[in-house]
């Protein structure tokens, strides 16, 4: 596996996630409407964002934990069972931490 493409993409991504951030944080924070109906559907909207909120954060961590591994040198290998992840499962899931048969057990 080409760590330098594996790096480069979870970059990206990684600053993709910060800026969608950025913006869900800064619609979270506007002011709230004086109409109590227009003020019920922005909660809703706000309920949204925040769930898409969590699960960038979640994949964040992700991120950080892949840019770890491949600064340590880890990278591509099994956190469960040691053995080598395959090229195509790190092309298809940069992230991953596990081989294909510990994931799937």
């Known amino acids: 596996m080409d760590t330098t493409l594996a790096e480069k993409t979870l970059r990206a991504r990684r600053a993709e996630i910060v800026g969608d951030l950025a913006r869900i944080e800064d619609a979270l924070d506007d002011t709230p409407p004086s109409d109590w109906e227009d003020r019920a559907s922005e ?5 949204v964002l925040e769930a898409h909120g969590n699960l960038e954060q979640a994949e964040l ?3 950080d934990a892949a840019l770890k591994r491949l600064a340590e040198g880890t990278y591509g290998i ?3 069972c040691g053995d080598t992840i395959s090229d195509a ?3 298809a899931v940069p992230t991953a ?4 048969t ?3 057990g």
């Open 43 to 47: 909660r809703q909207g706000d309920e």
């Open 61 to 63: 961590a992700q991120i």
């Open 78 to 80: 099994c956190l469960k």
């Open 89 to 91: 499962r790190l092309a």
């Open 97 to 100: 931490a596990l081989c294909r």
């Open 102 to 104: 510990c994931a799937a």
